[in-house]
């Protein structure tokens, strides 16, 4: 057990680093998913078609692909980068923004119909139905779910870690490496800094869930 | 496909769409207008950067890699899916001491990331590393279809364990054989999609060094040279989207059908929402 407190500072500084690499990625995702899934239900056929088509190829991507085509591929393609932390970002919030993007359109279909319609009917045009009367009412439905994605977005960033970006996996590896006798007690150490952003998370969303049922 | 966010389109409306689309679509060309002529820059498009796959030797490669994929994923839903059931029994025992300590463990599990798991199987008891795959992928996997089968079951009427329960079996024999089959029926679409999670997870293996496809793609682009990476990568990427869509289109079907029975009485299923199949 030593060997965790011995660690503190690598495991102080991975949690950062999965800390930043998480909100920095889920707030792009948040932005480009709710756009994918206004491009979703707009008029504009191009769109549509566009935002499909990602939300259906990204979803069933594995992640490490995504991974690997930002790291290893993009390099050899001439794209390079200063740090491996921007490519584990890009990877992250082009995956993650697919699953806002369903989540959001999920939300939208929540709403009732009548609101739309009563929006329509004193003349607001689609711009206007969509981000003052649709969107406001979805994202709140929506927040349970998207705090789950976010949840999965910070277990997800541990694939960074196997891309060498030295956040909580990344470090656990190298700690691992190095403490070849105490290789159990260095990836439970990690494991509890995890369960330390995730577990609350989940109950957050929980009680988000039972307070919007309620309201409803 | 009409939708209550808009009109059925008048002239100008459509004129207006019909510009928007066109402008678009001009915008998504370019895009990937550019994408194109950059990788063209580094000259991925010549023909003798493709050859390879005239070779029979890379197709076994790459189907040795899907076979070490498809062999992961099959063998831990098999395993996951039994003990999700038993899981899921325990975390709504009626006795407080299996309960709180299987809701602990589930927690624990679904709150960790799966790749640290196999790190920790591979590593702690020194197994090969697809028992770390396939231990990692059961352990997560178990834990979130106990989840979605304890969401089927709250989902009943309460009517179905009370008439169990009045006919005199008892609380165990209810939920065995009244609700658990209802529930994994309602169930039945969010348990295939996340099959697909399950078989995208699979992927992780190449950061344990198990032989799937991706690990085929890096060792073939190692053997060949890496400026057959991007070709090799490119197939092995499709057959993996090919794979996932084609079993998320079986759990959308399922759910259709499922709908569709639902209308004669039944109440509709719930949607396990975007919390069960995430990730």
């Given at each position: 057990m030593d060997v965790i407190i011995e660690s503190l500072p690598q495991y102080w500084d991975g949690f950062l680093r999965t800390l930043f690499l998480a909100a920095v990625s889920g707030i792009i995702a948040l932005v480009a998913g709710t756009l994918l899934a206004a491009a979703r239900v707009s008029p504009v056929a191009a769109l549509r078609g566009f935002s499909m088509a990602y939300v259906e190829v990204v979803r069933n991507t594995p992640l490490t692909i995504a991974f690997f085509f930002a790291a290893v591929v993009l390099p050899r393609l001439g794209?390079?980068?200063?740090?491996f932390e921007i490519a584990a970002i890009i990877a992250l919030s082009a995956y993650t923004a697919a699953f806002i993007a369903e989540a959001v359109r999920s939300g939208v279909n929540s709403v009732p119909v009548g609101q739309a319609e009563a929006a329509r009917s004193i003349g607001m045009k689609f711009g206007q139905v969509l981000s003052l009367i649709i969107l406001p009412q979805a994202l709140r439905t929506v927040i349970p779910p998207m705090i789950n994605i976010l949840i999965a977005l910070v277990k997800n960033s541990s694939v960074a870690g196997a891309f060498y970006v030295l956040e909580l996996f990344g470090y656990g590896k190298q700690l691992a490496n190095d403490h070849g006798d105490a290789v159990m007690w260095v990836l439970v150490g990690v494991a509890f800094f995890y369960l330390l952003i995730t577990v609350p998370l989940g109950y957050l969303a929980h009680q988000v869930e039972r307070k919007v049922a309620i309201a409803r | 496909m009409s939708s209550v966010l808009y009109d059925v389109p008048g002239p100008k409306a459509r004129r207006v769409s019909l510009i928007g689309s066109v402008i678009g679509v001009v915008l998504i060309a370019a895009l990937l207008a550019w994408a194109v002529m950059t990788l063209g820059q580094q000259g991925?498009?010549?023909a003798q950067r493709w050859a390879?796959?005239?070779q029979a030797d890379v197709w076994s490669l790459i189907a040795n890699g899907i076979g070490a994929t498809l062999a992961a994923a099959a063998i831990a839903a098999v395993i996951a899916f039994p003990l999700g059931l038993l899981l899921c029994l325990m975390r709504i025992s009626d006795v407080a001491w299996i309960r709180i300590p299987t809701r602990i463990v589930l927690e624990f599990l679904r709150g960790m990331p799966v790749v640290l798991m196999m790190l920790f199987v591979l590593l702690v008891f020194a197994t090969s590393s697809f028992i770390a795959v396939v231990t990692g992928l059961v352990l997560y996997n178990a834990a979130i279809f106990a989840e979605i089968i304890r969401a089927g079951i709250q989902s009943l009427p309460r009517g179905q364990r009370e008439a169990g329960l009045a006919i005199g079996l008892t609380s165990f024999q209810s939920r065995l054989t009244i609700e658990l089959p209802q529930a994994v029926r309602r169930m039945l679409p969010s348990l295939v999609a996340q099959l697909v999670v399950l078989l995208k997870d699979t992927s992780l293996g190449y950061i344990v060094a198990y032989g799937e496809l991706l690990r085929a793609v890096q060792v073939m682009a190692d053997f060949l040279g890496p400026q057959f990476l991007f070709p090799v990568f490119f197939v092995a990427a499709a057959i993996y989207i090919a794979i996932n869509l084609a079993v998320s289109r079986l759990a959308i079907w399922i759910e259709r059908r499922g709908s569709k029975k639902a209308a004669?009485?039944?109440?509709k299923a719930p949607t396990a929402g975007v919390s069960t199949v995430v990730k």
């Amino acid at each position: 057990m030593d060997v965790i407190i011995e660690s503190l500072p690598q495991y102080w500084d991975g949690f950062l680093r999965t800390l930043f690499l998480a909100a920095v990625s889920g707030i792009i995702a948040l932005v480009a998913g709710t756009l994918l899934a206004a491009a979703r239900v707009s008029p504009v056929a191009a769109l549509r078609g566009f935002s499909m088509a990602y939300v259906e190829v990204v979803r069933n991507t594995p992640l490490t692909i995504a991974f690997f085509f930002a790291a290893v591929v993009l390099p050899r393609l001439g794209v390079t980068f200063q740090q491996f932390e921007i490519a584990a970002i890009i990877a992250l919030s082009a995956y993650t923004a697919a699953f806002i993007a369903e989540a959001v359109r999920s939300g939208v279909n929540s709403v009732p119909v009548g609101q739309a319609e009563a929006a329509r009917s004193i003349g607001m045009k689609f711009g206007q139905v969509l981000s003052l009367i649709i969107l406001p009412q979805a994202l709140r439905t929506v927040i349970p779910p998207m705090i789950n994605i976010l949840i999965a977005l910070v277990k997800n960033s541990s694939v960074a870690g196997a891309f060498y970006v030295l956040e909580l996996f990344g470090y656990g590896k190298q700690l691992a490496n190095d403490h070849g006798d105490a290789v159990m007690w260095v990836l439970v150490g990690v494991a509890f800094f995890y369960l330390l952003i995730t577990v609350p998370l989940g109950y957050l969303a929980h009680q988000v869930e039972r307070k919007v049922a309620i309201a409803r | 496909m009409s939708s209550v966010l808009y009109d059925v389109p008048g002239p100008k409306a459509r004129r207006v769409s019909l510009i928007g689309s066109v402008i678009g679509v001009v915008l998504i060309a370019a895009l990937l207008a550019w994408a194109v002529m950059t990788l063209g820059q580094q000259g991925i498009f010549q023909a003798q950067r493709w050859a390879i796959f005239g070779q029979a030797d890379v197709w076994s490669l790459i189907a040795n890699g899907i076979g070490a994929t498809l062999a992961a994923a099959a063998i831990a839903a098999v395993i996951a899916f039994p003990l999700g059931l038993l899981l899921c029994l325990m975390r709504i025992s009626d006795v407080a001491w299996i309960r709180i300590p299987t809701r602990i463990v589930l927690e624990f599990l679904r709150g960790m990331p799966v790749v640290l798991m196999m790190l920790f199987v591979l590593l702690v008891f020194a197994t090969s590393s697809f028992i770390a795959v396939v231990t990692g992928l059961v352990l997560y996997n178990a834990a979130i279809f106990a989840e979605i089968i304890r969401a089927g079951i709250q989902s009943l009427p309460r009517g179905q364990r009370e008439a169990g329960l009045a006919i005199g079996l008892t609380s165990f024999q209810s939920r065995l054989t009244i609700e658990l089959p209802q529930a994994v029926r309602r169930m039945l679409p969010s348990l295939v999609a996340q099959l697909v999670v399950l078989l995208k997870d699979t992927s992780l293996g190449y950061i344990v060094a198990y032989g799937e496809l991706l690990r085929a793609v890096q060792v073939m682009a190692d053997f060949l040279g890496p400026q057959f990476l991007f070709p090799v990568f490119f197939v092995a990427a499709a057959i993996y989207i090919a794979i996932n869509l084609a079993v998320s289109r079986l759990a959308i079907w399922i759910e259709r059908r499922g709908s569709k029975k639902a209308a004669g009485g039944v109440a509709k299923a719930p949607t396990a929402g975007v919390s069960t199949v995430v990730k």
